[in-house]
């Protein structure tokens, strides 16, 4: 990310949901809200119905968002950089940057602009497909608001350059000056209800509790002492991602996996991969609520708790720590993770004594400044977003009010790359995988629902008109495989 949004660590965002109703310009890019994230949504077309705010829509699909939308830009999948960077070259083009702002709050303003110069909406139109006008106007809109809030979600992060994606919004932002104030900034909407939690909890690589970086030494000694380990045992050098985990299961570099309320062989791309890579390791622990397909090919499998039958806290897209009460107890032999995790690490011979979750956040907050004012008998009265550091915090609704975490706002010129992969003889078509409003993620409890699947039984392909027609395919029709021929007088 830019540099203000770097510091945050975990592409959190700047504002609070209750304010999206107070912006009179909403830009949504590589997010079907409506979709994935249906209350957010509502607050959304709420704004334009009732409140007369304008949406700018940057997106190949025709969405529902669109029907809200003053402007859709629909470009070309994997192009984003090249629509946000001419965006930014009619902004600094045509006078309407927040001078103001880029001089107080902002540095690197001047080689970004050299960075853009060249990116006129003609060069992006011929890149992307979206209309030069429409890159001007969109460009207008977003300058001339009075309070424009960028969101964004999976559809621009997952590709190969999805840290520059996550930039090219950012740079947008310091350029108008649409940050550290209600009813802006830079807001990216997580993709389950307490992704934001695992995160902040150190659920990453490469991080501690609060994004504070493995790699820092301070950090490390620091979290020695607080754990009470030897500092010996804290390695510099970051773990490893899924994908490469994956691939060091296929090497033989890894032995044994736990996976923990995940299902990778139902989510996670190239499933017969996967399915080789978890087939390799000696050991394959599972600890779910259900038996799903990742469980099926373990060796032990653990049963855990439902979010309804255990205590403790989730924190949302907008940085609302929030505290969770059981409502049933755990069925059968099943028990809450944390139970489940201190077992283990007590066979293991570690000296872990908690006597519940509340001792495991008191512990974690005294090491995450983020979380230092939080407590569970402040958080039995409501919701609190971070950073609250201290006990007579209120909380912060908006971040980044007259300065940045990291001092000044840089700005980072982007070049832009073309997606890895494109179509070809062999693969004709681009795959954009997405969310349906009836079920949630891989399906692990949504698929259980009558209710649910009756209303989403299965999962649908959808093809442009003209695709179809070609291939000779109907509206309802099983699609198996498409086989392509190199053969110009036949249809795919």
Known sequence: MAGLATTLGSG?????IANIVDADLLFVTGSNTTEAHPVIGLEMKRAV??????????????????????????????????????????????????????EERT?????????????????????????????????????????????????ITQHTTGTDNVKACSNLALLAGHIGRPATGLNPLRGQNNVQGACDMGGLPNVFPGYQAVADEGARRKFAAGWGVPFETFAAKPGLTVTEMVHGALRG??????????????SDPNLNHVAEALDAVEFLVVQDIFPNETAQRADVVLPAAGFAEKLGTFTNTERRVQLIRPAIAPPGVS??????????????????????????????????????????????????????PTVDHPGTPVLHIGKFTRGKGLFCPLEYRPPAELPDDQFPFLLSTGRILFHWHGGTMSRRSPGLDAAAPEAEAELHPDDATRLGVADGDLLLSLIHTSDPTKPY
Not at 78 to 87: E, Q, R, S, W, Y
Not at 253 to 266: H, K
């Open 253 to 266: 570099d890894i032995r044994a996996i736990y996976v923990m309320g995940e299902n990778p062989m139902l």
């Open 107 to 155: 540095e690197g303003f001047d080689a970004f602009a050299v960075s853009v110069a060249d990116w006129t909406p003609e060069r992006a139109a011929a890149i992307s497909s979206v209309p030069a006008q429409d890159i001007v106007d969109a460009a207008y809109l977003y300058a001339h608001a009075r309070n424009a809030m960028i969101f964004w979600a999976m559809g």
């Open 49 to 102: 119905r009732k409140f007369g705010a304008r949406l700018i829509l940057l997106d190949p699909r025709e969405i529902e968002l669109a029907n809200f939308a003053t402007l859709h830009l629909r470009h070309r999948p994997g192009t984003d950089v090249a629509v946000l960077n001419a965006i930014a070259h009619v902004i600094i083009r045509d006078n309407l940057t927040n001078l103001n702002f880029i």
């Open 335 to 388: 028990r809450p993770d944390w139970a489940i995790a201190l077992d283990l690490a007590q066979r293991l011979g570690a000296p872990w004594q908690y006597d519940g979750p509340e001792a495991i956040f008191a512990e974690m907050a005294g090491l995450t400044p983020q979380y230092a004012g939080i407590t569970y008998d402040r958080l039995e009265r409501g919701g609190i977003q971070w950073p609250c």
């Open 12 to 16: 959190a965002m700047t504002d609070a």
